[in-house]
């Protein structure tokens, strides 16, 4: 006799619906991961002012959009860095405004938004560039807390 055998598994067909499975798996837990953008990588206390810059805008002549932003001194403040640009614009370095003195450092995928705290213990003018120190731009910290 012969003809199909019923009952049979066709293992062929097992075996690539657990790996179709195993990557709708993997691709499910990638993107939970990734979720939210980088906004939850940072606790960001409530009422934090918000600065947004978009790196590398389409048709924008500056690499940083705007290339010059303005923060009040002695205040936490939570850039949203929105990146365009790859390479060495992937890092975006903010001189001397680490929250906790130093730079400010934030890695951000392109197409994503990135928050990074910083701030400017005293006011005055602060650069932020790219990893390579090619591209960059102007914090000017206002006033001070304690200060006038
Ligand atoms: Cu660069």
Known sequence: MSGPRVGTPRWGRVL????????????????????????????????????PIVEGRPGYPYP??????TIPAGRVVAIHLTDNLGGCGLTTVFEGLGVSGGN??????????????VRASHAGRYRFHCASNMYWGTVVA???????
């Open 64 to 69: 940083y959009d705007p290339p010059v932003v």
């Open 104 to 117: 400010a450092v934030v890695t951000v995928p392109v197409g994503r938004t990135g928050v990074v705290l």
């Open 16 to 51: 690539a619906a657990a790996g179709i499975a195993g990557i709708v798996v993997g691709v499910g837990v990638w993107a939970w991961q990734n979720r939210a953008d980088a906004h939850t990588a940072v606790a960001v206390p409530a009422g934090t002012p918000v600065v």
């Open 142 to 148: 206002t006033g001070a807390a304690g200060h006038t």
